[in-house]
């Protein structure tokens, strides 16, 4: 397929590119700014692409400008649908990346897809915001929703908890700072998320949402064991107040059930695997 991708140049994108080449697809990497309406329009037209994956995105919880969530992941998703809408030829399917944080604290675990979504964060509410806005175009283009729950792998900034960790040991360092140590998250890799979303162009059903997860969450304790083990070096770690969020999302841990049925069950590298890749 001719698969045209937002965010192509991101952490995601650079390795959902890699994959689809590796598949036989096209990939044309979107250029123009969302937030740029006649480029975009000028640029989608010219592509003609017969799948989208929309995966441009502020995506760090604690960006400093709020008003940048909703103008990048609201309104440039609007208008990327503007211009996907106003093809002679819609694209057959177009995938648009959310987030399992737009679930907020609940206290169902693991979490399936019928959960109502209690954002928490600026991030998760203008996802949830560009999932309503997205389905008033339902009737026009073949669009479904992903919400992956957090992954990591190699070339993911530094300001995500994971990569931060692997350049500390990386470097054997003495100290880290980090928040709450005892947040459960699920860190898949990032090689499962983008065969799901590969998998999900193919047989996704219009109109739905799907979490992109394996329902295997740790804690940060037990990643700072696991690099222990696997570098053999030894790293102190200091609780830093200002590192330690407001609202936190004590757990998160999604239910990969729809996802299974809809593709089939993945294959997933084990977090060991993934932090001596990442290594």
């Known amino acids: 397929m001719r698969l045209l991708v937002t965010g192509a140049d991101g952490f995601t994108g650079r390795h959902f590119v890699a994959a689809a080449r590796a598949c036989g ?4 990497a979107l250029q123009a700014n969302l937030n740029d309406k006649v480029a975009l329009q000028a640029e989608v037209a010219q592509a003609a692409p017969e799948a989208v994956v929309h995966l441009a995105a502020i995506s760090f919880v604690g960006h400093a400008d709020v ?42 675990s693991p979490i399936k897809e019928a959960q109502l979504p209690a954002p928490v964060n600026h991030y998760a509410m203008s996802k949830l915001a560009m999932e309503h806005m997205a389905r008033t175009y339902a009737d026009r283009l073949p669009l479904f929703f992903v919400r992956p729950f957090n992954y990591t792998g190699p070339g993911q900034d530094a300001s995500f908890v994971i990569p931060k960790l692997v350049a500390h040991f990386a470097r054997r360092a003495e100290v880290v700072e980090l928040g709450n140590l005892d947040v459960e998250r699920e860190f898949n890799d990032v090689r499962f998320v983008c065969e799901a979303y590969l998998q999900l162009l193919q047989k996704a059903t219009p109109g739905e949402v799907y979490n992109i997860c394996t329902g295997q969450p740790v804690t940060l304790r037990a990643v700072l064991a696991l690099l222990t083990e ?5 790293l102190q770690v200091k609780v830093n107040p200002a590192f330690v969020r407001q609202n936190e999302i004590h757990r998160l841990c999604g239910s990969p059930q729809k996802l299974v049925g809809a593709v089939g069950k993945l294959a997933s590298p084990t977090l060991a695997d993934t932090l001596r890749w990442m290594l």
């Open 25 to 28: 697809h096209e990939v044309l």
């Open 67 to 108: 008003s940048s969530f909703y103008n990048v992941n609201v309104i440039g998703t609007l208008n990327l649908l503007d211009a996907l809408a106003a093809l002679p030829q819609p694209p057959r399917s177009v995938l648009l990346a959310s987030s399992a944080n737009v679930y907020g604290n609940c206290e169902q």
């Open 230 to 234: 696997v570098t053999g070096h030894q």
